[in-house]
């Protein structure tokens, strides 16, 4: 074996095989290049996940342990040098200070074939991943031009477009994600050349061209990269707001670039993340010293957008940044909601705070503190602990919790002080720190031997904060205009057809969901793992010979079981739990749908689950609000619940029906009250872990 010069210098000599003529890898082809990058990395690929493979180890001095011992050693000079500082004698070196000089701990010997220990392997491989994404990111910008002469490029039929553009190549052959396509595609000026163009001119070169040529080299990873993007994007939203150029933010940023390679080379993306708005602020004061602070330039501005969110688990999160007079409006409704029934909201400095925020005498405080912010949300997002102040309120670490997840700007970046307000919020009252002055001695229930029950013995059971009686108000408005019929909300008309909230589930799965008996033994879907059936996402090219199989002994197809494979989905939602599902059928139309393999209806059958609107109408003017003990939202935020459950031979008619909020509603589908009717008069028992002696109570506020 010879040592060669043809790979890149890793520090060391790496042999080689005399027959492996690597020298020969400048001459190959990019396609033959790939197709080593591809058998080099299978190979690796197996290696590694082989158990069997082994690595070099070093060899450890003799007599030297993790304690900190020193060797003991023949020789006698090393010896000397290796005694122990606490019996150093007066001879022994010494510092300046008069502190004896304690040697170095004794390192271990490097096998001779270093290059196969784990940390040259690790380096090695980090390389070969920033090179990989140097790779992708190169070839994303000759991909440009192809789009217009696909046949000659793709093999693709004269005539068919068959990639609009390369997020869409991406998508189809790369299998990447659009926020990943995003990030590639935001890469490109700065570190990829023009292909087939005058390499001279400044317009085809790379923006950073340090830059360029280090994150070719495989020296910086990607997402470092990506955050000098973003911080240049950032800086571009910046000057737009103040008196310097474009030109100028340029030239500061070439300035500026030795210490982005470097920083990028050296640090982890967290830790670089975190330096980034701090250069941020430097750079921002040397483009215009007397210009606004760049966290003012940058913060979000109010647009009275809906937005949501969804999570793994089904649930999602819905929000909206108000303008002034919206969120004013918005305020105005939440007082007087919550003081509707006589019981004012506290008038106390909680409340003046909440009305009257302070917002202006606070930006200063909020621009004076922005140079210590923490990293961005992004990263707070995968950091365990990213709050750790003892000072800092509920409220202030529930909106750093609820800001962190949608701090992402439009452009597909994280934005530099997207999650400004979440680290800094105005230290004024929420939602949640006011407080309703209820009288403690008010009457506002009686048990089923008709005594009266006050404020302060139901506030022992459940306690309502006002963010939870405003959220049912909203929920119970909302689902309100989601119940109303076509012909009079128009914008529920979707093609042509009612906006009806389709929940597609399996049958045992849908039997359980609506309380039906259980389907027949054979046909239930066995438990564990056996009651799982892979989809089939890929089959061999039936023109190609090598893949087919002329064993007589393999059949194409098999059987399928007696059963069906589990799923619960709400159709243009996602997944949606049994549990959830069970929510929704209680006051609903249920339409059931027998499919066949072939996505054809073969059977359909209609009940009528949901009150009509002459019932609704009767229901509400009956209990004009909640029902639930101490609750006092009217009936127009309320929902309909089936005393006896519709799937347990419940009529869907007007004695067996209540009125409830929507908390409240949730409230006794999750066990938490449970209603019985004594009498033609409903009473609401607490569960034992609210209140162990389980009294029967009922609503005395809309009784009177």
Not at 425 to 440: K, V
Not at 499 to 525: H, M, S
Not at 659 to 686: D, S
Request: charged fraction near 20%; charge should be negative; include cysteine.
């Amino acid at each position: 074996m010879v040592a060669t010069n043809a790979l890149p210098d890793i520090g060391i000599a790496v042999p080689m095989p005399d027959d492996l003529k690597l020298e020969a890898v400048k001459e190959l082809s990019p396609g033959q290049l790939a197709y080593l990058y591809l058998v080099v990395g299978t190979e690796m690929s197996q290696r590694m996940a082989d158990p069997a493979t082994t690595f070099a180890q070093f060899t450890r001095v003799s007599g030297a342990d993790w304690s900190g011992h020193q060797p003991q050693v023949d020789d006698s000079e090393s010896s000397t040098e290796a005694v122990s500082p606490h019996n150093a004698g007066e001879d022994d070196p010494t510092h300046a200070d008069g502190t004896p000089v304690i040697p170095p701990r004794p390192l271990p010997t490097a096998p001779e074939c270093r290059y196969d220990t784990v940390p040259m392997i690790a380096d090695m491989l980090r390389r070969v991943q920033h090179l990989q994404e140097a790779s992708i990111t190169g070839f994303a910008r000759h991909l440009q031009p192809m789009f217009q002469a696909q046949p000659e490029y793709f093999g693709t039929p004269e005539g068919v477009q068959a990639f609009r553009d390369s997020t869409a190549y991406f998508k189809d052959v790369f299998r990447f994600s659009g926020q990943m396509i995003k990030k590639i595609h935001a890469r490109l000026p700065y570190v990829t050349w023009n292909p087939g163009q005058d390499p001279t001119l400044g317009m085809n070169q790379p923006k950073l061209l340090k830059l360029a040529a280090a994150f070719t080299e495989g020296t910086i990873p990607a997402e470092n990269l990506d955050r000098i993007v973003w911080l240049d994007k950032d800086l571009t939203k910046h000057v737009h707001k103040t008196t310097a150029t474009a030109e100028q933010k340029d030239a500061v940023l070439q300035k500026f670039q030795p210490t982005l390679i470097e920083a990028a080379q050296a640090s982890n993306p967290d830790a670089f993340n975190a330096a980034r708005r701090r250069w941020a602020d430097k750079i921002a004061h040397a483009l215009d010293a007397d210009g606004p602070p760049i966290a003012q330039t940058l913060r979000k501005q109010a647009d009275n957008v809906i937005r949501d969110q969804a999570y793994a688990d089904g649930s999602g999160k819905i929000w909206i940044h108000a303008t002034p007079e919206i969120f004013a409006e918005y305020k105005n409704f939440v007082v007087n909601q919550l003081n509707k029934n006589g019981a004012p909201v506290k008038t106390d400095e909680k409340l003046t705070e909440w009305l009257y925020s302070p917002a202006e005498e606070q930006s200063d405080e909020q621009e004076a503190t922005s140079s210590t912010a923490p990293t961005d949300s992004e990263d707070i997002r995968n950091t365990d602990n990213p709050v750790n102040d003892d000072s800092m309120s509920a409220a202030a670490l529930a909106a750093n919790r609820d800001t962190s997840d949608h701090s992402t700007t439009d452009s597909g970046h994280a934005g530099l002080f997207d999650d400004f307000e979440a680290d800094h919020p105005l230290a004024t009252a929420t939602l949640e720190d006011l407080s309703i002055d209820h009288d403690p001695d008010a009457l506002v229930a009686e048990d089923d031997q008709g005594n009266p029950v006050t404020q302060e013995t139901l506030d022992d059971i459940e306690t309502l904060n006002p963010g939870q009686l405003v959220s049912a108000i909203l929920i119970g408005a909302m689902k309100a205009i989601f119940s109303m019929a076509p012909d009079e909300l128009q914008v529920k008309r979707s093609h042509g057809a009612d906006a009806t909230l389709v929940v597609v589930q399996d049958i045992e799965t849908a039997y359980q969901t609506l309380g039906i008996d259980a389907i027949p033994p054979e046909a239930q879907r066995p438990r564990g793992p056996d009651g799982i059936v892979p989809t089939i996402l890929q089959r061999p090219n039936p023109k190609d010979p090598n893949t087919l199989c002329n064993n007589p002994d393999h059949l194409l197809g098999v059987s399928p079981p007696p059963w069906t494979g589990y799923i619960s989905e709400a159709l243009n939602v996602g997944a949606l739990h049994p549990v959830d599902a069970e929510k929704l059928a209680c006051d609903c139309q249920i339409v059931g749908q027998i499919w066949n393999q072939h996505h054809s209806v073969l059977n359909q059958r209609r009940a009528y689950r949901s009150f009509t609107r002459d019932q609704r109408r009767a229901i509400l003017a009956r209990d004009r609000g909640c029902q639930t003990p101490g609750c006092t939202i009217i009936a127009a935020w309320c929902q309909i619940h089936h005393l006896k459950a519709w799937a347990h031979g419940g009529a869907t008619d007007i004695d067996n029906a209540i009125t409830l909020c929507a908390f409240h509603h949730a409230a006794v589908h999750n066990g938490k009250w449970t209603i019985h009717t004594i009498n033609g008069t409903h009473f609401f028992q607490p569960a034992p872990w609210l209140d162990p002696t389980q009294p029967l109570l009922r609503n005395m506020y809309w009784a009177i």
